[in-house]
């Protein structure tokens, strides 16, 4: 079997290809090749062409291929639908924070797994069902080829598409690793988010391996049972275990907790609301992420101008931490939080292929 570029670590590298005689130097330098410039280097200074041949011998370089892209006229969210080692596909999106001159950059929202298998009501992903996971390369790749695209750098990676990060954990933590290498992309670990629903061994694993990524857990309510009517996880990890793993995160690593609050009108933005939290959480610091549902079916709305400013009041009165409104761009485009839906996409695409060919016939 070749060794499959993009998908180690420097030093998982140089353990493949230390049987042909790549030194760790070397192996870093190779690593940079098949990341940073996305080739297999021909000539290096100072090393045989001899060993660059066996080690082109040795490797694959693979690649994602580019399905479709689509770019929000509304606010320059971008959606990339690409195909990897499997045949269904999935999606990455494009984030601008171009909102200071001078300092114009992108993040990119990683799949994880094509589908998901947590089933969250309001979640199109979700009612996809789990097809696969993703290797590590193509995790990897949907940073690379997104890079190529974009006018201005990528400063920062979330795995927040498709898939649940914490039920493929190898492989995300290895794709995070290569991301953050300096070897690598050189992205600083804390630019490098890893979000959840609340999958309890993940977030253990987590803490253990003392990673120095940035943690986000989905909670949508602090009320046991209104948490299981949106997040089926709530069934698997209920929150007093999932709130004992936050905190033994917490102390393990002193960092204060991101809390990812999806709203929803009528369910989860009421002062009620805001006094639960406040109880789950207590002395436990957080930041809470507030960020409106998206859901294409039009069953889950965002609060009213009126819920969300009475719900903000609540927080304000009642949790006393700190609250960041987060904007989930590209909804026109279906590339917001919790509408990527990549076979759906796929279908139309085939049938618009056929559509051509019938008129050009």
Not at 17 to 24: A, D, N
Not at 151 to 164: D, I, K, L
Not at 279 to 294: E, G, R
Not at 312 to 319: G, I, K, S
Request: hydrophobic share 45%; proline share 7%.
């Amino acid at each position: 079997m070749p060794v499959l570029l993009k998908n180690l670590t420097a030093d998982g590298l140089h353990a493949a290809l230390s049987p042909v005689g790549v030194s760790l130097r070397l192996a870093r330098r190779l690593q940079a090749a098949c990341v940073q410039r996305d080739e297999i280097p021909v000539h290096l200074p100072e090393v045989s062409p001899t060993l660059l041949a066996r080690v082109r011998e040795a490797c694959r370089l693979p690649r994602l291929t580019l399905l479709e892209k689509r770019v929000s006229p509304l606010d320059g969210f971008s959606k990339y639908l690409f195909r990897g080692d499997g045949e269904a596909p999935f999606e990455a999106v494009r984030i601008p924070l171009l909102h200071r001159p001078g300092d114009e950059k992108y993040v990119v929202c990683v799949s994880s797994q094509v589908g998901c298998a947590m089933g969250c009501a309001f979640c199109a992903t979700g009612r996809l069902g789990f097809s696969r996971h993703l290797s590590a390369w193509e995790m990897v790749d949907q940073v690379i080829r997104i890079r190529a695209d974009s006018e201005y750098p990528v400063r920062g990676v979330v795995f927040m598409g498709m898939g649940e990060p914490m039920l493929n954990y190898d492989e995300v933590v290895r794709a995070a690793r290569i991301l953050s290498e300096p070897c690598g992309m050189a992205l600083p670990a804390k630019a490098i988010s890893l979000s959840t629903v609340g999958v309890v061994p993940g977030i253990r694993r987590f803490t253990a391996d003392q990673l120095p990524f940035r943690l986000v857990i989905s909670l949508a309510s602090a009320d046991p049972s209104r948490r299981l009517s949106m997040l089926p996880a709530e069934q698997s990890w209920p929150l007093p275990e999932l709130m004992e793993a936050i905190r033994d995160y917490h102390r393990a690593s002193g960092r204060r907790v991101t809390l990812a609050w999806t709203m929803i009108s009528g369910f989860n933005v009421r002062a009620e609301d805001a006094v639960q939290l406040a109880a789950l959480v207590q002395d436990l610091p957080i930041t809470l992420d507030l960020i409106d549902v998206n859901d294409p079916s039009g069953r889950y709305q965002p609060p009213s101008s009126a819920e969300l400013n009475d719900f903000r009041d609540a927080l304000r009165h009642h949790l006393g931490m700190p609250v960041a409104r987060r904007y989930s761009g590209g909804q026109d485009i279906h590339a917001a939080c919790g509408m990527l839906a990549a076979d759906a996409i796929e279908t139309q695409i085939f049938e618009g292929a056929q559509e051509l060919r019938k008129a050009t016939h």
